[in-house]
């Protein structure tokens, strides 16, 4: 049971180019989100995702995009990378149990966009 | 909109008690939940309050006052490991289970 993983662990870009982030969960859960982490700001929802092929915008979505072909995985994109996403990307998803809504995160994707 | 407040540093030292506050603003209050964070990894889930009252945990505890829109979380007989960064988080009204959180604390445990 490897709980939530992500890929890459680690990216450096160069303004303009794009990558796919990929979030893998193996706990059947339902619900997924992706997040960005950044020094002093906690953590700022981007998408999340209420069951497969469905996705939904969070705070800070300009210039993601995601996708939920299959329960089991979301895909964060960006499309044309900007320096202002260089950030630590962490991917976790939930299911209702109760009211407490426990998110299990993953280990987060590194990025740096020069 | 929703904001929560708690503060961006907290130190103690081995063996003592320290209470994390925060204060939150939001609409449609579900609950209030506590994450920790280790320099470099993931979030893990510590506790979750949706009703007033203490919430105990092994060394840590939370608590919450609804009417005061306020919490905390007491982590006692501290030890170095517990150093580490605490959120405070609530669901976000517009984002079905999805949470809101707050900017985090710092804590720092010496010897």
């Known amino acids: 049971n490897a709980g939530v993983t992500q890929t890459p662990k680690f990216r450096v870009l160069k303004t303009g180019q794009s990558m796919t982030l990929l979030c893998a969960q193996d706990?059947?859960?339902?619900?997924m989100y992706w997040y960005r982490q950044d020094p002093g700001m906690g953590l700022r929802l981007i998408h999340y995702s209420v069951g497969e092929g469905t996705t939904a915008k969070g705070e800070v979505p300009d210039g993601y995009n995601v996708s939920r072909l299959k329960k089991q995985n979301f895909l964060l994109g960006l499309e044309s990378a900007a320096p202002s996403q260089t950030s630590v990307y962490f991917c976790?998803?939930?299911?209702?149990?109760?009211?407490?809504?426990?998110?299990?995160f993953g280990p987060g994707t590194r990025l740096t966009v020069l | 909109g929703q904001s929560l407040e708690q503060p961006s540093e907290v130190t103690a030292v081995e063996g003592a008690i320290v209470q994390i506050n925060c204060t939150y603003q939001t609409s449609g209050f579900y609950g209030l939940s506590w994450y920790q964070q280790h320099d470099g990894g993931a979030p893990t889930f510590l506790s979750y309050n949706a009703l007033d009252g203490l919430e105990e945990t092994g060394r840590f505890s939370s608590f919450l006052s609804r009417s005061d829109s306020y919490g905390y979380l007491l982590l006692q007989e501290l030890q170095m490991k517990d150093s580490a960064s605490y959120f405070c988080a609530v669901r976000s009204p517009e984002a079905g289970t999805a949470l809101i959180f707050g900017k985090g604390t710092t804590l720092s445990v010496s010897s």
């Open positions: 976790a998803s939930s299911y209702r149990r109760g009211g407490a809504d426990e998110q299990f």
């Open positions: 706990m059947n859960h339902e619900y």
